[in-house]
């Protein structure tokens, strides 16, 4: 079955930088575009970043653009999210997502990962 598997979380002060990861398996990666959500404490789900097929397009919610870049190696399939300028509004529980379609990716992908913690101390 298809897994996606998140890395990378954790504690950081206001203006750091952390490296999220996401390893996927049962799926043919080039076959899907893959990408973040997250979801602050009493928040709804947010579409953060996708990238598509190959990597050669990539979108981004409005509140990350310019910090945040997704990176994705189809060969060791991963896609990654490397977020800088770390602000306490930035915590959340981060997700992987996969899905077929861009526009689906963005709304309700078909895949999830289980999440990770990113907290931003003050």
């Known amino acids: 079955q298809v897994q996606l598997v998140e890395s990378g979380g954790g504690v950081v002060q206001t203006g750091g930088s952390l490296r999220l990861s996401c390893q996927a398996s049962?799926?043919?990666?080039?076959?899907?575009?893959l990408g973040w959500f997250r979801q602050a404490p009493g928040a709804e789900r947010v579409f953060v970043a996708g990238?598509?097929?190959?990597?050669?397009?990539?979108r981004y919610g409005d509140s990350v653009k310019g910090r945040f870049t997704i990176s994705r190696d189809n060969a060791e399939r991963t896609v990654d999210l490397q977020i800088n300028s770390l602000k306490p509004e930035d915590t959340a529980v981060y997700f992987c997502?996969?899905?077929?379609?861009?526009?689906?990716?963005?709304?309700?992908?078909?895949?999830w990962g289980q999440g990770t913690q990113v907290t931003v101390s003050p």
């Open positions: 990238s598509s097929y190959y990597g050669e397009i990539t």
């Open positions: 997502v996969a899905d077929s379609r861009y526009t689906d990716l963005t709304s309700s992908p078909d895949y």
């Open positions: 049962g799926l043919i990666v080039s076959d899907y575009w």
